[in-house]
Structures are given as C-alpha cells and as structure tokens.
C-alpha cells in the first residue's frame, strides 16, 4: 500500500500485484502507450486527498461500492485513446474483485485492527516474489507529470511521489512467513483479475454493458 491512499482505503490490491496483472494483460492484447498504461493502473492509490475510487453508498446507506458506471461515462472518450484512463479504470475492476476475493472468499476479518496491520506487511513480503514472477522492473514505471489533465478532477493526486514510492518497493527480501496472502493466493487472484479484466476490455471493445457496480458491491461494515 502507499502512504497516499485516501482514509477506509485499507483493503485493496497493492501496487505491485496491480503492475502484475498488467504484466499478464499486455502478452494478449496490444496498448499504444505501456507507461501510461503502468501510470494508470496504480495512480488511484497515489490521492492525498478526494474520492480516487469513486466510492459510493447505496441501498440506502447499506452497501458500498465504486461507481464504475460514472467513471466510464465521464471518461469514457479518454479511455478508447489514452491508456492512462483504461489503466486507472483497470485499477478500480481489481479492488472491487479484490475485496469479494479476501472478504467473501477467504474471510479476512478487519474487525480485529491488527489483522489490517500484518495484511499490509504481507504485501511488503511479497513484493520481490511479485516483481520476481511476473517479470517486473522498476524502470518499467516512468515519472510522469499529470497537471492540467482531466483525470485530475477526482482527486489531488501525487503522481511523482507515487512512482518514487513504488519503485523503491523493487529490492531483494528474504520472505517471512505469511500472515494470510500467501504465493498461491497472489498467484490465484493475479490469474482471475486477469481474466476479468480481459473479459471487460473485450466488452466494451464491443459497446457492451461493464460491470455492474451494484452486482459488486458489499456490505458497509461498521
């Protein structure tokens, strides 16, 4: 995780299995511009400030959600030119799968507040293993200035700092135990998300519906 994500974002993929999935994407489908492609995809994670995940309440305060709908519908043109868009909008399809994967599937409890603290240590254990199997290098992420552009109006977002931050992530570690994502698990989510993701790339290629944010939406907690 990076120190730039918005409060009760504490629960969602880090930057570098995100980096991952796109390694997998790109061997079957063709993109102008990977660095904005890579810049996207972990750019939500980089707010200091507003809502970068477009979360929303429905069902009468009840459930929670992204609004992926609003997003494909403010940026949809930017998405179909400029990966940087499709990356971010990328990003938010594998929170949202993220968290029915750790809550629904494999039952993290957030309750107990030092479960969130050693979660997010398995993710700073398992960033070389990432980086290792799935081929990635720092150099593939590349500085890059956002000022002016449209996606700007989500959040206050710190673009350099972020890119800074994720590549000091690429170092060699020893791997200590797991406390609950374990290799199989990052392997398994990495291959589904992939899959979804690819399946949502092809639907809207085709001028079909995306995914339905309320389909994919949980249970307000607290």
Request: proline content about 2%.
């Amino acid at each position: 995780m990076t120190e730039y994500q918005e409060a009760g974002e504490n629960f969602m993929a880090s930057s570098m299995i995100h980096l991952a999935i796109i390694q997998c994407i790109i061997v079957k489908t063709e993109f102008n511009n990977l660095d904005r492609l890579r810049l996207g995809v972990i750019l939500p994670d980089g707010a200091v400030s507003g809502n970068s995940h477009l979360k929303k309440m429905i069902c009468e305060q009840t459930r929670v959600t992204y609004d992926l709908e609003f997003y494909r519908e403010k940026y949809g043109k930017q998405m179909k030119t400029d990966e940087l868009y499709l990356g971010y909008y990328l990003h938010l399809i594998q929170d949202i799968f993220y968290r029915r994967y750790v809550y629904s599937e494999h039952h993290f409890n957030s309750s107990i507040p030092e479960n969130v603290e050693r979660l997010h240590q398995d993710y700073e254990n398992t960033n070389w293993f990432v980086a290792k199997q799935y081929g990635l290098d720092k150099n593939m992420l590349r500085t890059q200035t956002l000022a002016g552009e449209p996606i700007m109006e989500l959040a206050d977002f710190r673009e350099q700092e972020l890119v800074r931050e994720v590549r000091e992530q690429f170092h060699p570690m020893e791997e200590k135990s797991s406390f609950f994502l374990t290799r199989e698990m990052i392997r398994e989510f990495i291959d589904r998300a992939t899959e979804i993701c690819l399946h949502e790339l092809n639907q809207l290629a085709q001028g079909k519906a995306g995914l339905d944010s309320f389909e994919w939406s949980w249970i307000k907690q607290g």
